[in-house]
Structure formats: structure tokens, C-alpha cells
């Protein structure tokens, strides 16, 4: 059987004109994109009003990722009401299905994930095309999906204590001392550039060099950058390239900002970029830092070494800036 023997395809909206927010707000919407994992399909919140009710999606329908080399494919079903951008198709049964029935026809269009490509995408007929069981199994049909939360949470990560003792000095997960969230996930090409001395707005990527800029942007209406004198740390890319950003700022996707939870100096916080870097080689580009950032160890507040402290004056006073003999001698 089709995929369009069973599903009405709807295509998502183009971003031209259309304002996505940060957070979410009275009379706001969840707005989707393609993505690997359903969590990370949230691109950001819209107007609900601001666009035509037929784009809005009811809880429990089907969509599916239809671009991107790491994305495509990958079918999830919402368990809210949404609208999503034009590379996600959503896709309304022509016939009553529960909740199990859905996400096992997700689950079958993702199993053909191996048959495109980032260019030979799951559109138009392609994606009406893909084959899918014409019966579902009898196992699906009597799945309590509470049975399945239940049986699930055995799975749950669970933390073996809250702190290690090496030698004198005790470390502590990441968490314990800072909040780590999501940055603001803004694709650069699509941004106005500009300069730092015309009021540009720094814009941190998941570089390596250059305190994570890789560009100035202007002010977007609507979406506030992040806070000051935090940390942003790149989960994907450069894994665990982290800075402290002295300025408000935008960032692209996979990069988190860490809040500290308590009041630390500039000292102590880069001495913090430095530990969470010392982990770089648990990562690589095929094992990124998106869920276990939190988890790392790091030392904690009462552990950091007495040499932090004074430290940037230290290196400060240690820079030669008198100029050399043979540049002086070119000066005069």
C-alpha cells in the first residue's frame, strides 16, 4: 500500500515574512523543522493568528522530515498542535487511527530513510510513493501506551551520586553549578550581517577560534539575544568549544549557553571554559554533547585552585608592551 492510500500530505509554510520568537507566549504555536530527534524539531514559537488556520496541525498528526542530510525522513507524531516550515510534510489519516497506529506508520517511513539522500529528498511523489504495511500487527492494535511510558522509565538515566572525591578536591556534574539551556538555534544566511563598530551583534557558532564569533549581525525584532556573561559551549562541530561571552549575543544551532547558578568572577568562569574543554576528547563529530553536557564532571566551586584567582592580572603584568629596540629605531 501507498503512502497516500493512507495519508492526506500536507506541505509546511515558507519562512519569507514569517516571525519566529524564541519562548513561547499566550497565543503563540510551536513551529517545527526537520530534525534527527523530535525533540530538537522545535525551531521556535509564531503567532498562531499570524498564519491561515488550514496551516495549523491538531494533536497526534504525522510529519515528516523532507530535507536536510541528517534529517530527512525521520517521522515523529506531534503530541501538540503546531505548524511547521516547508521542508516538514504532515500527513492527516484518511481513515480513524489511534496513537499506536501512527507512530508505528512513523516508524515505517523512517525505516526508509536509506532509500534518499540529501539529494534525492522524500518529496512529492517520492514521499507518496513509500510503501507501508497494509496491515498493522496485532501487537500494535493492543500496545497500552501507558504500558510502554511505564515499562520505559526503567530506562531512565539515573545519577549515581551527586559529587567525587580525588584526592583533596571534589567534582561535581556540570549541572550542579550551571543551568544549561538551548541558544537561540538562528541560521547565519539568513541574517543581516554587519560590524562591531556599527552596533553588530555578536553571532557564536560552534568555531574553534575567535571567542566563538564567526560574525556581527543586526538586532531581529522579536527575538532578544541571550544574556551576558555567560558561557556558550558547542555541542556539535567543535564539540565542547566553550567561551565566555562578555556581550549579549545570537548563536546557530548546537550551541548551549550555561547560567551560573551562583555568583562567579570572570577568573572563575574562564577557569570553567577551561575544564568543560579538558573533555573534548570524549566527543567527536559522531558523538556529540547534546544530552550528556550536563552530566560531565567539573570541579566545584570550593575545589578551584587557589592560582585561578589574580590570575588575568598575572598574565596581564607579564606582557612586554614596550616595543623592541629595532621597532623604536623605525619609529624615531
Not at 139 to 155: A, E, G, H, P, R
Not at 192 to 199: E, F, I, L, R, W
Request: proline fraction near 5%; aromatic fraction near 12%; glycine fraction near 6%.
Amino acid at each position: 500500500m501507498k503512502l497516500s492510500d493512507l495519508f492526506e500530505i500536507h506541505n509546511g509554510l515558507t519562512t519569507t515574512n514569517l516571525t519566529i520568537y524564541s519562548k513561547s507566549f499566550p497565543g503563540s504555536i510551536p513551529f517545527l523543522r526537520p530534525s534527527s530527534t523530535q525533540q530538537r524539531t522545535l525551531a521556535g514559537w509564531i503567532k498562531k493568528e499570524s498564519i491561515s488556520s488550514e496551516d495549523v496541525y491538531p494533536i497526534g498528526s504525522l510529519f515528516v522530515s523532507t530535507n536536510g542530510e541528517g534529517s530527512h525522513t525521520y517521522s515523529y507524531v506531534s503530541q501538540f498542535e503546531f505548524a511547521c516550515n516547508s521542508d516538514v510534510s504532515v500527513l492527516l489519516p484518511k481513515k480513524n487511527m489511534s496513537i499506536s497506529e501512527k507512530i508505528y506508520y512513523a516508524k515505517c517511513i523512517t525505516a526508509n530513510r536509506f532509500r534518499f539522500s540529501y539529494g534525492r529528498k522524500p518529496k512529492g511523489n517520492r514521499l507518496k510513493d513509500i510503501d507501508l504495511p497494509n496491515a498493522i500487527p496485532i501487537w500494535v492494535q493492543s500496545l497500552k501506551l501507558d504500558d510502554i511510558t511505564l515499562n520505559l522509565d526503567i530506562y531512565k538515566y539515573t545519577t549515581p551520586s551527586k559529587s567525587i572525591t580525588t584526592g583533596d578536591r571534589e567534582y561535581v556534574r556540570l549541572s550542579e553549578i550551571f543551568d544549561v539551556n538551548y541558544g537561540t538555534s538562528l541560521e547565519l544566511n539568513r541574517l543581516d550581517k554587519t560590524t562591531k563598530s556599527n552596533g553588530g551583534i555578536p553571532f557564536i557558532s560552534r568555531v574553534m577560534g575567535n571567542n566563538g564569533v564567526s560574525a556581527y549581525v543586526k538586532k531581529i525584532s522579536g527575538i532578544d539575544p541571550i544574556q551576558a556573561n555567560v558561557l556558550s559551549c558547542a555541542l556539535g562541530g567543535n564539540v565542547l568549544s566553550t567561551f565566555l561571552q562578555e556581550e549579549p549575543f545570537y548563536s546557530g544551532r548546537d550551541v548551549a549557553y550555561l547560567v551560573p547558578k551562583y555568583d562567579l568572577s570572570k577568573e572563575e568562569l574562564l577557569f570553567y571554559c577551561y575544564c568543560i574543554e579538558l573533555n573534548k576528547f570524549r566527543f567527536s563529530y559522531g558523538r556529540q554533547a547534546n544530552r550528556s553536557l550536563k552530566h560531565l564532571y567539573i570541579p566545584s566551586i570550593s575545589s578551584i585552585p587557589e592560582w585561578v584567582y589574580g590570575s588575568v592580572n598575572r598574565v596581564i603584568e607579564s606582557i612586554d608592551i614596550s616595543p623592541s629596540p629595532s621597532l623604536a629605531q623605525a619609529i624615531l
